[in-house]
């Protein structure tokens, strides 16, 4: 049965995601931040999905509030950090009446808005949520990193929920070079339970987004300056980079 992108796949997403570098990512977030002088208090974590990164923010001491379309993967958020506040919102068009000092985005999150008009506008309301001066952090998946990104290959695997169940997933990958997309089909079949062989896919579709696409939509959006760099090191990106980090600041 085919489900809307991150419905049906929030109830496996941790188990799947196990080995995803979250607090490497936010040490690496933090400790840009701190280079750069600044000592962020409050953060506001974009498309947070089921909270992974979230997690690691609060844990590190910020004041962290989570947003996301997706309801189902909110309500596993939710249920993980309770104490948390999480709010159901398009990153185009959110408003939450406050501002940070730390807004995050994650796990190319952004190239699911494949319209570039559509980032555009997700980097216009971030810009708008950040105090004076504060810090956008976040990364995507180059042109190249969408059109390489398991081209003729699978990720497949099996993993354990905390119930007990086990989950299998194969996702393929592919690139349409006439519209510039990367299309994943996510498809999960569920195991040891009275669901055993429920089976769901999901499609997940992303365009890239190199450095000079990003530098006039930074500059649109209103940002004061802005570095892009690879991970972990910070280094230059190179023009085959697949993934590059995004750390732009807010007009002080």
Known sequence: MQRPPFSALASVYDAIMADIEYADWAEFILDYARDAGLTPVSALDLACGTGALTAELAELGLKVTGLDFSAEMLAVAQTRLPGLTFVQADLRDFELGERFDLISCVFDSLNNLTRPEDLQLALGRMAAHLNPGGLLAF??????????????????????????????????????????????????????????????????????????????????????????????????????????????????
């Open 139 to 252: 990364d995507v998946n180059t042109r190249t990193g969408v059109r390489d990104l398991w081209e003729g290959e699978v990720m497949e695997g099996l993993a354990e929920l905390e119930d007990g169940r086990e989950v299998h997933y194969h996702w393929s990958h592919h690139y349409d070079a006439a519209t510039e997309l990367g299309t994943v089909q996510a498809i999960c079949r569920l195991q040891g339970s009275e669901l055993d062989g429920e089976e769901f896919i999901e499609l997940h579709t992303e365009r890239g987004y190199d450095v000079a696409d990003l530098e006039p939509m930074l500059g649109a959006a209103g940002f004061a300056s802005w570095a892009c760099c690879e991970y972990p090191d910070y280094a230059d990106p190179l023009p085959d980079s697949p993934r590059i980090w995004v750390f732009a600041r807010a007009k002080a």
